[in-house]
């Protein structure tokens, strides 16, 4: 590091202490904390972006957002060249730039990391951030912290993306290290072009009932809603009400969002028995998140849904909980699906597999064109297209599904009854120390503190068809617990008394 890079980085960083007696960690959803507090973690993310980027020589993303929090948190997130997640290889090195506890050991932490790293900082090598933000007002003055961070790295350069939703970020920078047009707009024309593909091969004689038309989206009072509203202009044959856009003077997340319907199992805000009949979905607070519910029941994703895929003869893999860890899981096959309860969730394809359905097709066109094979392969390669393989997009599941529906006839009603879900139960237990649940097998077993797995176990043998896990919170000091049974009142019973036990073993009156 050159004594010009050494003064810019002590210059820029006494701008921006870190909170005292804060430490933060880098989780599946990066950094994310109470807004207030993050101006010096999302400065010191921008220098990571920036490393990041001139270690990748690729362009990289980053996103203000705190997804489903309250509109008062904020958080910041790095996306790598792919468009998925940071590098989990980086985390531990994120966590110690975030908590360096001044300017000097700030960059003693950084000259010490791009030597292990390689990495020349002397500005030969230009590189690009691209950077967004959600709908949050505490968005703007953070976003001006992570550039003045990207700044403080000699030949790294911020590019303001404006208001985003977190998927559209991460697929701007996988379409653009892919050689690909990579605008808003861009990204719009893809989704709505695969979109009406996928439409037009539909079956002849395949549509739903009338009252189905109609598709009601709650925007969370976030992103989703705004790039909704757009979207809907581009699409004939699919009606859609927008709902908790932002417009209306509701609040970010508030009684509203895929989060507060799959958590809570209530409808959110604005939905009541008028919409009883109609396909409903929610999005959360930056698009990330889809769940599609009937009103006044709701339909959640649980351990009915691995019996029924399963039955249908598919490989179903489990892994521990976070998107990061299902994305890599899922990049092993030639087509992965995942897909978490909460609404998180895409579809990858593999580049060789891409590569043969292109030449397929074309192969198809030639011999057999208007086949049923034909159709099929441009079904596949227009799904391919739809789907945002850089990760889990509310927006781009929301026409999917549609599609789907469209492809199949079916009613929300018929869809809900392909297999029937078994009730369950979230809980989170407030504790001392998260970091004291370890846990194996997929996030299924907990294996320590001792003792604990098998005081779950005894609990859940006394309900029919009963499960229940427990797993520390990525984001906060919480215990979270889930439960299922036979009938919700089990179901129910068996998350209290889990929760009891955490409290037990590890809550504030155990220390």
Known sequence: ?????????????????????????????????????????????????????????SVIGLMITASHNKVSDNGVKVADPSGGMLSQDWEPFADTLANAHDPQHLVELIAEFVQKENITLDGTKPVEILLARDTRPSGEFLLEAAKQGIGSIIGAVALDMGILTTPQLHWMVRARNGGMKASETDYFKQLSSSFRCLVDLSPSGTHANNVDDKLVVDGANGVGGEKLEILKTMLNGLAIEVRNSGKEGGVLNEGVGADYVQKEKVVPFSFGSQDVGLRCASLDGDADRLVYFIVPSTTYANGASTDYLKQLGLEVTFTPTGV?????????????????????????????FLCWLKARTTELSDVAKGSEQHKAALRLLAVSELINQAAGDALSGVFFVEAILKHMGWSIERWNEIYEDLPSRQ?????????????????????????????????????????????PSGTEDVIRVYAEASVQDAAD????????????FLGFGSS
């Open 1 to 57: 590091m050159n004594e010009d890079q050494r003064s810019l980085f002590l210059s820029s960083s006494s701008h921006f202490p870190p909170p005292q007696g804060v430490k933060l960690s880098y989780g599946t959803s990066g950094f994310r904390a109470d807004a207030s507090i993050l101006q010096s973690t999302v400065y010191r993310v921008g220098i990571l972006a920036a490393l990041r980027a001139l270690k990748t020589q």
């Open 324 to 352: 990061k860890y299902l994305h890599e899981k899922a990049a092993e096959y030639d087509i992965g699906i995942y897909f978490e309860a909460n609404g998180h969730g895409t579809i990858l394809f593999s580049e060789q």
């Open 427 to 471: 809980l989170k237990v407030k504790v001392v120390d998260r970091s004291a649940v370890v846990t194996a097998n997929a996030e299924t077993v907990a294996v320590t503190p001792p003792g604990i797995q098998e005081a779950i176990n005894a609990e859940t043998a006394k309900h029919p068809r009963g499960r229940c896990f427990i797993r």
């Open 493 to 504: 019973n068996l998350a209290q008394s889990v929760a009891k036990l955490v409290d037990q």
